[in-house]
């Protein structure tokens, strides 16, 4: 298996849930869903079973049990080893403390905000907030949900974080759409000539 494969992004978040409990790669699937807002990560059966024979032949994680019920096919439970764990701590470590600026589809966007057009800007911001809006209400009740039954706090401090980055981009997002509404925002005037090269 290529080692580029524990470049994968789903690494951290497999080795994290192996922390808390030994799982078989279906429950990490389904608890990666549950936790996570709908494309945070990579996620398909074939991507997660790749990265899961990389994390077993690196030696960061080990059969712990074979599980069989109701007559299914068995599944190979993982669990994580010190030399994963080891691992772990080592790239959390790494991530927390950067602060390298990361790519995200919508600072490109917005890096080109005057191409839409002042109504084009505003009515593609509005919809932004709208689903924005809706995302963070789905997000919270996810949180509470898993805290009312009992995940603790720790384990879904993500969730925490990206409802606070979620809400603060709510804010800007309004507070960008008042001062093109105010004029505080301007569109240059129209070119009537083509640029010279």
């Given amino acids: 298996m290529p080692a580029r494969v524990l470049d994968n992004p789903l690494v951290l978040p497999v080795l994290g849930l192996l922390l808390e409990a030994p799982m ?29 024979g990389a994390l077993a032949a690196a030696g960061w994680i080990e059969e712990h049990e074979r599980a069989q019920r109701d007559g299914r096919p068995a599944r190979t439970v993982y669990a994580l080893t010190d030399t994963g764990r080891a691992e772990l701590v080592t790239r959390l470590d790494a991530q927390i403390r950067s602060a390298a600026h990361e790519f995200s589809p919508f600072f490109a966007a917005i890096s080109y905000l005057g191409a839409l057009g002042r109504d084009g800007a505003v009515a593609a911001l509005t919809e932004r907030a709208e689903r924005l809006t809706a995302r963070i209400e789905s997000d919270q009740a996810r949180l509470t949900r898993a ?11 993500e969730v925490d974080y990206a409802l606070h980055a979620a ?20 569109w240059p005037a129209a070119r009537t000539t083509a640029v010279q090269p």
């Fill in 147 to 157: 805290l009312d039954e009992g995940v603790p706090r720790l384990f879904v401090v």
């Fill in 167 to 186: 809400r603060s981009e709510l804010a800007w997002i309004t507070s960008t759409i008042s001062d093109i509404h105010a004029g505080h925002l301007t």
């Fill in 24 to 52: 078989h790669p279906y429950q990490v699937e389904v608890t990666l869903r549950d936790r996570s807002e709908e494309g945070q990560w990579p996620l398909n059966r074939g991507s997660l079973n790749n990265v899961v």
